[in-house]
């Protein structure tokens, strides 16, 4: 009976650790890692002991028994990897991480940033002995994405955040929540009270289409969109109009799907999430029936990883069809173009709503004189380079759909960081290994950009909190020259703790894992509902 590894993964390799017989690939230091969509069992050497599953933060791993019906294709998936990967060659792996031996007296380090790259980051500084970490973060709340980018139908993956509980309850480990860097406190006053400064401040901002009509009010932003549905405090009081038929969302990434889902998902369904009550409100009268997602390329081209079109291929009272194949594609040439042609296969119920997985099409331009009433779509054709590049070339013809809401999801990008260089073509700090200089450090998406999963993290923030602790090793930190003053206004673990506690109780009383909080205010009081309980 093996155990199979589900689209809930988030890859951070905990499982490949605890496994005794080292049947989960790809495993840090192999290729692959930190790149492919998930990890995989090889059901030929699991041995049935469950390590796994005790390990993994987000229960993706399930005995094949398990398995629901939408989680059936997984075990033929996880079995596949290991036909063209086989790794004949393993031998069990214990794996214990190296602890460092440091100079004499304790090391402090600042770090900005309180989501998964900035968690995983003090997680591994505070492996060593007479290492102090303070992470700061703008907002009240820690966890960035984890807890504001997550879908909410997507609670397993979520559960990630009891992995960074155990990382922030360790000794040594403080919080300055709702301190924003640059405003509250400059770059030479962290450097002042540390010996170094990791910045993991992610990627906060969008990408632009740069086409005519995208100011059109109904042109949003995905990533405010996602920050809308998930209660995050700069975004949860906006008000998006649902009252159109179509939606149409430029991208056909993660975050595309995921807006796909929420836009068509039943209410009731989202009810027992922790979506936004102000979100939940405007779903439930909402018109959209179908959502129509544009790719430039083709289906073997497209950003959504097999997992989450697995999910998606699985929805029930929504058809997910598909549209713009081209002529030259075999459908047998990947599992997710294999899939892609499954669902182009199927026939429409009446009355479903609907997602489109458009491909092949690239907006021109959206119409209206204030509001969004139409895109016009450019067909598109591909070529293929002398170097392997696929490109998706204009064919000149041009079709309009009418829509009242029209999302951009075509990457995350970065804002410069005020005091470090910044590269405006990627979008990312420079640097080597995360040494931006000795004493300045990056880790997460400011580093390499808006790549990779939640465990990706892990072994990016490895990489850097090496660097630094070569530095410290070597003397090339300055010393502080004065101790971690608590900054006016900053809460920490206790008052995130209170927090949590509130939002908790409050989603106890209506069956859900919490209600939130949406604005800074209630998040602030009720943090500091737990000073006055100690005072």
């Given at each position: 009976m093996p155990y199979v590894v589900t689209r809930s993964c988030c890859a951070d390799a905990s499982c490949v650790l605890a496994c005794p017989v080292n049947c989960i690939h790809p495993a840090p230091g192999e290729p692959?890692?930190?790149?492919?969509?998930?990890?995989?069992?090889?059901?030929?050497?699991?041995?049935?002991?469950?390590?796994?599953?005790?390990?993994?933060?987000v229960d993706a791993l399930k005995p094949h028994t398990a398995l629901g019906e939408g989680e059936l294709p997984f075990l033929e998936l996880n079995a596949a990897?290991?036909?063209?990967?086989?790794?004949?060659?393993?031998?069990?792996?214990?794996?214990?991480?190296?602890?460092?031996?440091?100079?004499?007296?304790?090391?402090?380090?600042?770090?900005?940033?309180?989501?998964?790259?900035?968690?995983?980051?003090?997680?591994?500084?505070?492996?060593?002995?007479?290492?102090?970490?303070?992470?700061?973060?703008?907002?009240?709340?820690p966890y960035g994405l984890a807890r504001a980018g997550v879908a909410p139908d997507h609670q397993d993956t979520k559960q990630v955040t009891e992995l960074f509980r155990t990382i922030e309850s360790q000794p040594g480990f403080t919080y300055r929540l709702g301190v924003e860097v640059g405003t509250h406190?400059?770059?030479?006053?962290?450097?002042?009270?540390?010996?170094?400064?990791?910045?993991?401040?992610?990627?906060?901002?969008?990408?632009?289409?740069?086409?005519?009509?995208?100011?059109?009010?109904?042109?949003?932003?995905?990533?405010?969109?996602?920050?809308?549905?998930?209660?995050?405090?700069?975004?949860?009081?906006?008000?998006?109009?649902?009252?159109?038929?179509?939606?149409?969302?430029?991208?056909?990434?993660?975050?595309?799907?995921?807006?796909?889902?929420?836009?068509?998902?039943?209410?009731d369904v989202l009810a027992r999430t922790?979506?936004?009550?102000?979100?939940?409100?405007?779903?439930?009268?909402?018109?959209?029936?179908?959502?129509?997602l544009l790719g430039r390329r083709g289906p073997a081209q497209a950003a959504f990883t097999l997992p989450e079109l697995?999910?998606?291929?699985?929805?029930?009272?929504?058809?997910?069809?598909?549209?713009?194949?081209?002529?030259?594609?075999?459908?047998?040439?990947?599992?997710k173009t294999r899939l892609l042609a499954q669902l182009a296969a199927r026939s429409p119920v009446h009355g479903r709503r609907r997602i489109v997985l458009r491909f092949l099409a690239s907006p021109?331009?959206?119409?209206?004189?204030?509001?969004?009433?139409?895109?016009?779509?450019?067909?598109?054709?591909?070529?293929?380079?002398?170097?392997?590049?696929?490109?998706?070339?204009?064919?000149?013809?041009?079709q309009t759909l009418e829509t009242g809401l029209v999302l951009r999801s075509v990457g995350y990008r970065a804002r410069p960081v005020p005091g470090l260089p910044f590269d405006e073509d990627s979008a990312t700090v420079p640097h080597e290994g995360g040494r931006v200089e000795p004493g300045v450090y990056v880790a997460g998406w400011i580093k390499r950009g808006p790549t990779g999963f939640i465990g990706t993290n892990k072994t990016c923030a490895h990489e850097t909190v090496e660097s630094l602790l070569d530095d410290f090793a070597a003397g090339r930190l300055t010393q502080p020259v004065s101790g971690v003053g608590m900054t006016a206004g900053a809460?920490?673990?206790?008052?995130?703790?209170?927090?949590?506690?509130?939002?908790?109780?409050?989603?106890?009383?209506?069956?859900?894992?919490?209600?939130?909080?949406?604005?800074?205010?209630?998040?602030?009081?009720?943090g500091q509902a737990a000073s006055a309980v100690r005072g």
């Open positions: 692959g890692f930190g790149t492919t969509e998930m990890l995989y069992v090889d059901p030929r050497t699991c041995v049935d002991c469950g390590a796994c599953t005790t390990a993994c933060p990897y290991y036909k063209q990967n086989p790794h004949d060659d393993r031998t069990p792996m214990y794996v214990v991480p190296r602890q460092r031996s440091l100079p004499a007296g304790e090391l402090s380090v600042a770090v900005i940033g309180a989501g998964p790259a900035g968690l995983f980051a003090a997680d591994e500084l505070l492996r060593h002995p007479g290492v102090r970490v303070t992470v700061y973060d703008r907002l009240p709340t406190l400059t770059h030479t006053d962290l450097l002042r009270e540390h010996h170094a400064v990791i910045y993991a401040v992610g990627a906060a901002t969008d990408k632009r289409l740069g086409i005519e009509g995208e100011e059109l009010r109904g042109s949003v932003s995905a990533t405010d969109f996602v920050g809308w549905y998930n209660g995050h405090p700069d975004r949860a009081h906006d008000d998006h109009t649902l009252d159109t038929e179509r939606a149409v969302v430029i991208g056909n990434g993660n975050v595309a799907l995921d807006v796909a889902r929420i836009l068509t998902a039943d209410p922790d979506i936004s009550d102000r979100a939940l409100a405007a779903l439930r009268s909402s018109k959209i029936r179908e959502v129509v697995l999910a998606l291929s699985t929805l029930k009272d929504v058809d997910v069809s598909v549209e713009g194949w081209p002529e030259d594609l075999q459908p047998e040439a990947t599992d021109a331009r959206l119409t209206g004189e204030a509001s969004v009433r139409a895109i016009e779509i450019t067909t598109t054709a591909l070529h293929t380079d002398e170097d392997g590049t696929v490109r998706a070339l204009p064919t000149g013809d041009t809460l920490g673990v206790d008052a995130w703790y209170a927090i949590d506690r509130a939002e908790r109780a409050a989603g106890e009383e209506q069956g859900r894992p919490r209600v939130k909080f949406t604005d800074t205010e209630s998040l602030r009081r009720a």
